[in-house]
């Protein structure tokens, strides 16, 4: 692989400037006013108390604790006069436990509209509305685009009172409901692609996280499960529950934000997030889409690790040796000279790179007439190589170890591959008019996106209780995303 940054294709980068809207000034803290944990994010503040500044009295945190009481009350008392009620919705059926509550098919009472109702789960319900779920209404509300997710608007429910709890208010997100996730459709044997599938996706999937990255939001969870499909086999980017916006550095010798570097499934992470780094960029969303890419043929995941160690000896096995000659800056990594010089490190040197080879044996044939099940060159044989140079250019970009030299979402949306025949459609509608049901309907109970990749590691998301099986153990790494 070449060892310059990545050049390849018609790519015209896009120099726009893609600013956020200025933060709204924060609202005063009046008594009368919803907690301020509540209308957090405008201001950037968000302490485990909530807000408020202790007073000079010694009981600051007695008057926190009652002033976020008094609020909670008036949280709960209030009317939402322009957000619909969730009676505007019928229920149809639970099709997902999300980390964050539980997501329903529900139709518009009025519209007929499908839709996909996500319950907010009020885990620390006395602080008010949770700040990831509000960050994520923020930035959908910033990324209306045919390929990310359309949440069409926030509703509340009031939970009855019994003996025991109060009445609560409980909220919704509803977004436009998509009929299929990747994971599912990757993983259902009757599913057939063709590499103009393939590639159509491959697009959707890449222009929807340029226009992510152009506004300035790292996705952070990129994987196959997190990709829907509508019926109409427009391609969507979901689950925007660990996204966060990112600050372009003005100037190189200022000091990068540090983040939070439990993020992205473990499957789908990159080697700089597993050694460690916190100064990440848009890069580690790239890989994410490499690893979707590469799963089209495969159909499913290409590397399975179960710790971060072994994660990482498996991206040598594929990618190549991690080392200084591949990856300057990996010397920088905070965890690199300790787990290089460990005796059995999980960073083992000597591997040549060999990607487009095992991608080949991790193809899956149909034992009927041996050819892929994605089929995606029509002829192809047990012994073949994929023959598309292109395609394998742009995967082996997308999954080159050293963050610089992948490409951004922006180059990779123009990459030559996608210019050559077949060129990309406007959608895989007919793809989808092969498969009968819902593919959720398809993996109901088992879950759609169960199992892939969430086992261990899974990535953090702040203040909200993990599902049981997905839990950190106790005494790891934690730290807040802000
Ligand atoms: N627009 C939609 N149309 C259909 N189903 C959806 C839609 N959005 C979400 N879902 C379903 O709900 C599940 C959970 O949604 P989402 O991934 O956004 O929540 P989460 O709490 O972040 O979940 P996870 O823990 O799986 O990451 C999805 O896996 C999918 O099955």
């Known amino acids: 692989m070449s060892s310059q940054p990545y050049t390849a294709g018609l790519h015209q980068s896009s120099t726009q400037s893609h600013r956020q809207a200025a933060p709204k000034r924060p609202l005063p803290n009046r008594a009368d006013e919803p907690p301020k944990r509540a209308l957090i994010g405008q201001n950037g503040q968000n302490t485990p108390s909530g807000g408020g500044t202790p007073n000079s009295t010694g009981n600051a945190e007695v008057d926190v604790k009652q002033q976020l009481l008094n609020y909670q009350k008036i949280f709960d008392h209030a009317s939402y006069p322009f957000?619909?009620?969730?009676?505007?919705?019928?229920?149809?059926?639970?099709?997902?436990?999300?980390?964050?509550?539980?997501?329903?098919?529900?139709?518009?009472?009025?519209?007929?509209?499908?839709?996909?109702?996500k319950k907010i789960l009020m885990e620390n319900e006395k602080e008010g509305f949770p700040i990831t779920a509000l960050r994520e209404?923020?930035?959908?509300?910033?990324?209306?685009?045919?390929?990310?997710?359309?949440?069409?608007e926030v509703c509340s429910a009031k939970t009855g009172s019994t003996s025991t709890s109060k009445d609560r208010t409980t909220f919704y997100l509803v977004f436009a409901f998509c009929e299929h996730d990747l994971a599912g459709l990757l993983s259902n044997p009757k599913v057939r692609m063709s590499l103009v599938h393939i590639k159509t996706m491959m697009k959707h999937l890449i222009t929807g996280l340029n226009k992510l990255h152009r506004s300035k939001i790292l996705h952070r969870d990129m994987k196959a499960a997190n990709v829907l499909i509508s019926k109409e086999g427009v391609l969507k980017l979901a689950d925007f529950g660990l996204a966060r916006p990112f600050v372009q550095r003005e100037n190189p010798n200022h000091p990068r934000p540090l983040y939070t570097n439990r993020v992205v499934t473990l499957w789908y992470?990159?080697?700089?997030?597993?050694?460690?780094?916190?100064?990440?960029?848009?890069?580690?969303?790239?890989?994410?889409?490499?690893?979707?890419?590469?799963?089209?043929?495969?159909?499913?995941?290409?590397?399975?690790?179960?710790?971060?160690?072994k994660q990482?000896?498996?991206?040598?096995?594929?990618?190549?040796?991690?080392?200084?000659?591949?990856?300057?800056?990996?010397?920088?990594?905070?965890?690199?000279?300790?787990?290089?010089?460990?005796?059995?490190?999980?960073?083992?040197?000597?591997?040549?790179?060999?990607?487009?080879?095992?991608?080949?044996?991790?193809?899956?044939?149909?034992?009927?007439?041996?050819?892929?099940?994605?089929?995606?060159?029509?002829?192809?044989?047990?012994?073949?190589?994929?023959?598309?140079?292109?395609?394998?250019?742009?995967?082996?970009?997308?999954?080159?170890?050293?963050?610089?030299?992948?490409?951004?979402?922006?180059?990779?949306?123009?990459?030559?591959?996608?210019?050559?025949?077949?060129?990309?459609?406007?959608?895989?509608?007919?793809?989808?008019?092969?498969?009968?049901?819902?593919?959720?309907?398809?993996?109901?109970?088992?879950?759609?996106?169960?199992?892939?990749?969430?086992?261990?590691?899974?990535?953090?998301?702040?203040?909200?209780?993990?599902?049981?099986?997905?839990?950190?153990?106790?005494?790891?790494?934690?730290?807040?995303?802000?």
């Open 137 to 152: 209404v923020k930035m959908l509300e910033q990324l209306k685009h045919q390929n990310i997710t359309d949440l069409i």
């Open 312 to 482: 990482l000896t498996l991206i040598s096995a594929l990618c190549g040796s991690i080392n200084p000659e591949v990856w300057p800056n990996c010397v920088k990594m905070p965890l690199y000279s300790a787990m290089a010089a460990e005796p059995n490190s999980a960073l083992p040197q000597g591997k040549g790179r060999c990607l487009k080879l095992k991608i080949r044996h991790l193809m899956k044939f149909d034992s009927a007439d041996g050819k892929p099940q994605s089929d995606p060159y029509g002829k192809k044989t047990n012994d073949q190589v994929p023959s598309d140079d292109d395609a394998m250019n742009l995967l082996e970009n997308l999954l080159a170890i050293d963050p610089d030299r992948r490409p951004t979402a922006d180059e990779a949306e123009d990459d030559i591959w996608f210019y050559k025949d077949p060129v990309p459609r406007a959608n895989v509608g007919d793809l989808m008019d092969t498969i009968p049901t819902s593919q959720f309907e398809y993996t109901v109970g088992k879950g759609a996106h169960a199992g892939r990749g969430r086992h261990h590691n899974n990535p953090q998301r702040p203040h909200q209780a993990p599902r049981q099986s997905n839990a950190i153990p106790a005494g790891q790494y934690r730290d807040t995303i802000f």
């Open 83 to 117: 957000i619909n009620d969730v009676s505007a919705y019928e229920k149809l059926s639970k099709i997902g436990q999300g980390t964050f509550g539980e997501v329903f098919k529900a139709r518009c009472k009025t519209t007929g509209r499908m839709v996909a109702l």
């Open 269 to 309: 992470r990159p080697p700089e997030l597993l050694l460690g780094d916190r100064a990440y960029g848009t890069k580690i969303d790239v890989w994410g889409a490499g690893c979707i890419m590469a799963e089209m043929w495969t159909r499913q995941p290409i590397m399975q690790g179960d710790t971060e160690q």
